[in-house]
């Protein structure tokens, strides 16, 4: 095809940082669900990450061929936004320790950070094993390739991933943003609203099902979704980026790409 659709175009920009909606890591620059894959920090990343990041690199230093302390490292850089040299220092860790699988499911969480969508996925490929599958993995497996456009090859990945862990609200969210890119937004709402019935759903699957409805026009329902159970000031960041994606829903139209910053609708963890 000459172009993506118009709203795959709208949301392709930011469309990793709305399909990981459950995904690889801790605190993060999007949403993601990968954090159980691999041990946390000790010192919470979420209090100060870049003070943690600086421990860490302390540590590092002074021993980088120790894999956990590359991968808290990792983890670390990502949490506070150094999304290169994340990557950077868990290429270098993978090389070191080829077979470590939380390593390669970190390093391909960050390889999605930076937009390696392709490389990502492959990576992320030999982070499990067809007779050991990691539903997380599945899940942000899904996710690339739903940024490489392969739609309908993603949706397999997220149905393996739900035949591990049925109903899984992070896995419904992203399959139905999966619907959203391929602009089938009632399919995606049908999909959203299932994993927003679960009482397991966070606050990024709600922000999703608003984006959902929103993009079908109903905004008051959009917005009266994303008001709930926020802080007023939160709600009211969120209602904003909303009414901005869907003001400019009709910029694809006269070939402008808009750059939505679609991972901002929802809280960090």
Not at 93 to 107: E, Q, S, V, W
Not at 134 to 144: E, T
Not at 162 to 169: F, G, H, R, S, T
Request: hydrophobic letters at 40%; aromatic letters at 4%; proline letters at 5%.
């Amino acid at each position: 095809m000459r172009e993506q659709s118009s709203l795959a175009r709208l949301l392709a920009s930011a469309a990793l940082t709305a399909i990981l909606a459950a995904g690889l890591g801790g605190c993060q620059t999007m949403p993601d669900i990968t954090g159980s894959l691999s041990s946390k920090p000790e010192t919470s990343t979420e209090a100060d990450p870049h003070r943690t990041a600086e421990i860490y690199g302390e540590r590092y230093r002074a021993d980088p061929k120790n894999a956990e302390v590359a991968l808290a490292y990792g983890q670390a850089l990502r949490a506070s936004g150094q999304r290169s040299q994340a990557a950077a220092v868990l290429e270098q860790a993978t090389i070191a320790h080829p077979g470590d699988k939380p390593l390669l499911a970190a390093y391909g969480r960050a390889l999605a950070d930076n937009g390696n969508f392709q490389q990502a996925f492959d990576v992320l490929s030999r982070a499990h094993s067809p007779d050991n599958p990691d539903w997380r993995i599945l899940s942000v497996q899904g996710a690339a390739l739903d940024q490489l456009g392969r739609h309908e090859e993603a949706r397999r990945y997220y149905a393996s991933a739900l035949k591990i862990v049925p109903d899984e609200p992070s896995v419904l969210s992203n399959l139905g943003l999966s619907y959203v890119l391929s602009k089938n937004l009632p399919k995606a709402e049908e999909v959203l609203r299932q994993a927003y019935a679960s009482g397991r759903a966070d606050a990024r699957v709600r922000q999703n099902l608003a984006l959902a409805i929103g993009l079908q026009g109903r905004f008051a329902e959009a917005e009266q979704i994303v008001r709930a159970d926020l802080p007023a000031d939160e709600a009211a960041a969120n209602v904003a980026y909303l009414k901005q994606m869907l003001s400019r829903k009709d910029e694809t139209r006269t070939g402008a790409v808009a750059k939505m910053p679609v991972a901002s609708l929802n809280r960090p963890e």
